[in-house]
């Protein structure tokens, strides 16, 4: 027998590859079962009505707790249902089917509108402070004095009207950029303050134009709970209106081009 032979048959290579090939096999797997910490088992919603639930071929990992920041510590996978109430129904009777929203569309969280249930709490900064703050209270921040400072500048919607006045940018601290604009807001001439996502925005010396709602859509922006701080919960809920508003804003968006 040559070099590194077991048997006749077998040598110390073989076995090693056998080795590796398992080892692989075992990686793979381990990798496809930690991704499923979130979003599994899958429910399966059928036209008849009836849910059911897979694990599919890659078995669900047991439980994870992780202690959050805040004090809270949350399990990974878990049966928590979220409390959004789904407001569509599916087009066609088959599984699959695209879901049309039953409401408004521009909130019923379906499609391009929809967000995750994020923590209700601010996203902070090391020290714990809010990370995303307006101007008004944010020390020591501004506008570059090469750029255009929107404070005071009409925003129009993509219907080309004034929608509302920009009075406040809010700043995320930690990555020293502008995350949105504080827009006025006429609601039956009482003055209502919304949020608008600067990857929303266009802004030029004369005006803010934003392309995916129309004008009299900015008095429904979901509104954050305080005047200078705002959840992640209801970060996703201020991008989800905007972001539904480029199918549902008009009609004709949800129609083909040709």
């Avoid at 020290?127 to 008004?136: D, T, W």
Wanted: with cysteine; proline share 7%; aromatic share 10%.
């Amino acid at each position: 027998m040559g070099t590194g032979a077991i048997t006749g048959y077998i040598d110390v290579a073989q076995i090693v590859l056998y080795i590796f090939w398992i080892f692989f096999f075992g990686l793979v797997y381990y990798l496809q079962m930690e991704s499923k910490r979130e979003g599994f088992p899958l429910e399966t919603v059928h036209p008849c009505g009836a849910t059911d639930y897979s694990d599919g071929f890659v078995m669900t990992p047991t439980p994870k707790t992780f202690l959050l920041e805040h004090g809270e510590d949350v399990s990974y996978p878990n049966d928590k249902v979220s409390p959004q109430t789904l407001h569509a129904q599916p087009l066609y009777r088959y599984a699959g089917s695209p879901l049309v929203p039953t409401g408004n569309p521009m909130l019923d969280g379906v499609g391009p509108g929809a967000y995750a249930d994020r923590a209700d709490i601010p996203d902070a900064m090391w020290h714990g402070e809010a990370k995303i703050v307006p101007l008004r209270v944010a020390e020591g921040y501004g506008v570059a004095a090469n750029d255009v400072d929107p404070r005071g500048l009409p925003v129009l919607g993509a219907d080309d009207e004034v929608g509302g006045t920009v009075v406040d940018l809010w700043i995320d601290k930690m990555e020293m950029m502008f995350r949105y604009l504080e827009v006025a807001v006429n609601v039956d001439g009482v003055q209502r303050n919304v949020l608008l996502p600067m990857n929303f925005s266009r802004i030029n010396s004369e005006r803010v134009k934003v392309h995916s709602i129309m004008s009299h859509q900015f008095a429904r922006v979901p509104g954050t709970r305080s005047p200078v701080q705002i959840t992640m919960l209801e970060e996703e809920k201020v991008m989800a209106y905007y972001g539904a508003g480029t199918l549902y804003a008009e009609p004709s968006r949800q129609e083909s081009l040709v």
